[in-house]
């Protein structure tokens, strides 16, 4: 298995964690590396920046095969939504990238700057949340609007799909952690336990747990059907 990283120097870097060393690097832009996802397969790997330049790096080479996006608004996060490259960007549209390098598509609805995007395994449905404190969920690969999602107070920073694509999680400034029924859009339940913003969310495999980090410098695992326990500080 293989592991991806970037920062403040430009560079992607490719990690072992097998063989429990580098397996590579190379400077792949001038600015800030802002998020990293690999295609399917891990065949190659997809980095965006500071200044909105995505590009697509071969693996294990990191020899880079395309540039799907040369500049624009500061890239915040990115996933894999089926042949495409689904784009928070800082900016009120969803921007889709296609991964043959053709034109891009932007879906519109938020009412500020899209900053979290999950896609399903599938690559059937696409979640956006942002600064509008709305999650809006998009049929692929149309990306026609399915449902708006409602309840949290401030920006939302982060989406998680579960491995069926069956759960959605949400995480914000607000410091909340929801789960959502994607088929439904009913609200399952509200997780409560940060007293900072909520980072990140990730399922396990089986959906029975959610892991989630935040501004207040813990990560807790949490039963998805009951309540939470903190791992670390």
Do not use: C
């Not at 592991?3 to 832009?29: M, N």
């Not at 915040?76 to 969803?94: D, I, K, N």
Request: hydrophobic share 40%; no cysteine.
């Amino acid at each position: 298995g293989r592991v991806a990283g970037g920062g403040a120097g430009g560079k992607v870097l490719l990690y072992d964690l097998f063989r429990d060393r580098p397996w590579g690097a190379t400077r792949a832009h001038q600015g800030e590396v802002r998020d990293l996802i690999f295609t399917a397969k891990a065949k190659s790997v997809i980095s965006g920046d500071e200044h909105g330049k995505v590009v697509v790096l071969s693996v294990p080479t990191l020899k880079r095969r395309l540039v799907l996006r040369a500049e624009g608004t500061p890239v915040r996060r990115m996933a894999l939504a089926g042949t495409s490259v689904a784009l928070a960007a800082e900016q009120p549209e969803l921007e889709l990238l296609p991964l043959s390098g053709g034109p891009s598509r932007k879906l519109t609805g938020h009412a500020g700057p899209v900053r979290a995007v999950a896609a399903t395994n599938k690559g059937d449905l696409l979640a956006s949340a942002g600064e509008d404190a709305e999650v809006r969920l998009w049929r692929l690969p149309a990306g026609e609007p399915v449902r708006t999602l409602k309840g949290h107070k401030l920006w939302v920073n982060t989406l998680a799909f579960s491995g069926d694509g069956a759960l959605l999680a949400s995480g914000g400034f607000d410091r909340a952690i929801m789960l959502w029924d994607v088929a439904t859009g009913e609200k399952l339940r509200g997780l409560s336990g940060h007293v900072r913003a909520v980072t990140d969310l990730a399922f396990t495999r089986d959906r029975a747990r959610l892991a989630s980090a935040s501004l207040d410098r813990t990560a807790r695992i949490w039963l998805t059907h009951r309540t939470t326990q903190s791992i670390s500080a």
